[in-house]
């Protein structure tokens, strides 16, 4: 296999959520390379809240990636998941001696205190930059695969209020190449922004997204419109030099058209 690693090179890499979106194609990406992968989730006997099967799981990894996410996004269920998760988990990585953790988190958090889930977020990368193990920790803005969900956060009646703020969406794919390349790095000790390709308002994003789904909800560009409890400035959810940040390289386009194709779920 050309990618495959030079002998004696193969590092065993513990990715935490990876049954979920991001981290399953992460895991994906790094197989594919000849790596050891554990996909580890409360699925697999992984459970970085209770601790449950955490020691087994690193034993001998070099690398521990956390794309885990809270079952509750309500604010104080997101805070508690990921202290005590990301609390956990560094206490068990220091224990087995892991070199590199890598986190994803959202580009803009520390901008947007009035979001529980912002909070937690940074909360999160806090104690990873006080945790004692290097570190590299991934931004990333807004999925393409989360623009129903954010509907349906914003949704009143038939109506959907949305901020026409600046929005950068990025496909899952994108993501999951760049963390996976900061996996393969050295740890940078500090931050990574990806973004999407096109720059959209957010209000015209969302807008497309349901109609692509056939979904008849009428949006509305209300510069009032709260985002998981937050209100957002222009240039809140999106790198504040694009020209700095990576760009995924799949449009909207693109990402629409791989989805009709896509059997359905
Ligand atoms: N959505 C966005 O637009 C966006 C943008 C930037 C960054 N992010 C960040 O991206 C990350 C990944 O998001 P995603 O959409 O890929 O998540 P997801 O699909 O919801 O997957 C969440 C994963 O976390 C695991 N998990 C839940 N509780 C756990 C626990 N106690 N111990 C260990 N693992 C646990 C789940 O395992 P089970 O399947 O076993 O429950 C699942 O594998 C999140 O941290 C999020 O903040 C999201």
């Known amino acids: 296999m050309a990618d495959a690693p030079p002998e004696g090179n193969i590092v065993k890499i513990v990715i935490i959520g990876g049954t979920g979106l991001i981290g399953s194609k992460v895991a994906e990406r790094l197989r594919s390379k000849g790596h050891e992968v554990v996909a580890a989730s409360p699925n697999t ?11 087994e799981a ?82 990333a803005t807004q ?33 999951a190449d760049a963390v996976a390349d900061a996996a393969l790095g050295e740890p940078i000790g500090g931050d990574v922004e990806v973004a999407g390709p ?29 985002y998981f409890g937050t209100k957002l400035a222009d240039g809140s959810l999106v790198p504040a030099d694009a020209s700095t940040a990576r760009l995924g390289t799949t449009t909207f386009e693109q990402w629409k058209a791989a989805q009709a194709a896509a059997p359905a779920r």
């Open 143 to 175: 999925f393409m695969e989360f623009g129903a969900g954010i509907a349906d956060s914003a949704t009143d009646g038939d109506e959907v209020h949305i901020a026409p703020v600046k929005f950068r969406p990025i496909a899952s794919d994108d993501v």
């Open 58 to 139: 690193l034993e001998g990894a070099q690398v521990v990636i956390d794309v885990s996410n809270s079952p509750s996004f309500a604010p104080d269920d997101v805070m508690t998941f990921f202290e005590t998760s990301t609390g956990n988990l560094l206490a068990a990585e220091r224990e087995a001696g892991v070199g590199h953790h890598v986190a994803l988190s959202i580009v803009g958090s520390d901008g947007l205190p009035d979001s529980g889930y912002m909070r937690a977020k940074v909360a999160q990368e806090r104690l990873i930059r006080d945790g004692g193990v290097p570190f590299t920790i991934v931004h």
């Open 45 to 55: 006997g992984v459970n970085t809240m209770t601790g449950e099967g955490v020691a």
């Open 198 to 226: 096109e720059e959209f308002r957010f209000d015209e994003f969302i807008a497309e997204a349901l109609a692509a789904r056939g979904d008849t909800r009428t949006v509305v560009a209300d510069p009032a419109a709260e």
